[in-house]
């Protein structure tokens, strides 16, 4: 059974500072690897993807690396702004036949960044 | 492109009441999830359409909950009888055929039973 863990829960740092936020899954048979950002009361926003052929995916100041043989994957952000804070979650895709797969997803981190 | 529409936002009902949540996908999108959402908790999937048609529906609570996809494209997720226990936030989220695309969530339906 996959299970998807995040670390850590959650994350106070102060502005500009880069972060690491951790995930790490058990089951390395992934057909992908996805995080999101989650606002208070809002839905999921797609960051990055990343194919389990990849290693990493960059876009602006995230970059999202992928280490499927040890399960683990990192969102980096760098010089975090207020305006970054949400929760942050990963999840992996599993395919369970030609035509159903299953997202699984990890409990989040939840970042404060403060001015 | 337009996102995932979901409606309503905020409903709350008494237990054993029955409640039916609505979503319109992307268009274009042939694969559509509902997701719950506990407080505190990752989302889970409750149940997947390809098209109009379920492929997965293990890990939905048939004796209360049913979901169907009408044409294949919008959807309803009902419960009847509601309990304490299911006040969630319910996501809809659709995506291509391929699994190489990502999938892209609503906002939502923030489900309160008292």
């Known amino acids: 059974k996959q299970e998807v863990t995040q670390i850590p829960a959650a994350l106070s740092v102060p502005e500009g500072e880069n972060l690491v936020l951790n995930c790490s899954f058990t089951?390395?048979?992934?057909?992908?690897l996805q995080w999101f950002r989650q606002d208070p009361g809002k839905g999921l926003t797609s960051l990055l993807l990343?194919?389990?052929?990849?290693r990493e995916q960059t876009s602006g100041r995230l970059n999202a690396s992928l280490d499927k043989s040890s399960g683990r994957s990192t969102l980096y952000i760098a010089a975090s702004q207020p305006g970054d804070s949400a929760t942050y979650l990963c999840a992996v895709r599993k395919t369970l036949s030609y035509n159903t797969d299953k997202l699984i997803f990890g409990t989040g981190t939840r970042l404060q960044v403060f001015p | 492109e337009a996102g995932v529409a979901q409606s309503p936002r905020y409903k709350i009902i008494e237990k054993r009441q029955s409640v039916a949540f609505w979503c319109n996908p992307i268009?274009?999108?042939?694969?559509l999830y509902w997701y719950q959402q506990i407080l505190g908790q990752g989302p889970k999937l409750l149940i997947q359409?390809?098209?109009?048609?379920?492929?997965?529906d293990s890990q939905l609570p048939k004796d209360r909950f049913s979901a169907e996809r009408l044409k294949g494209v919008d959807s309803t997720l009902k419960i009847q009888p509601a309990k304490l226990e299911d006040s969630a936030v319910y996501l809809c989220a659709t995506g291509q055929r391929s699994y190489n695309s990502p999938l892209h969530f609503g906002n939502g339906t923030r489900l309160t039973v008292t």
């Open positions: 268009s274009g999108h042939a694969t």
């Open positions: 990343i194919q389990s052929s990849q």
């Open positions: 089951d390395s048979a992934i057909y992908n």
């Open positions: 359409f390809q098209n109009n048609g379920v492929v997965d």
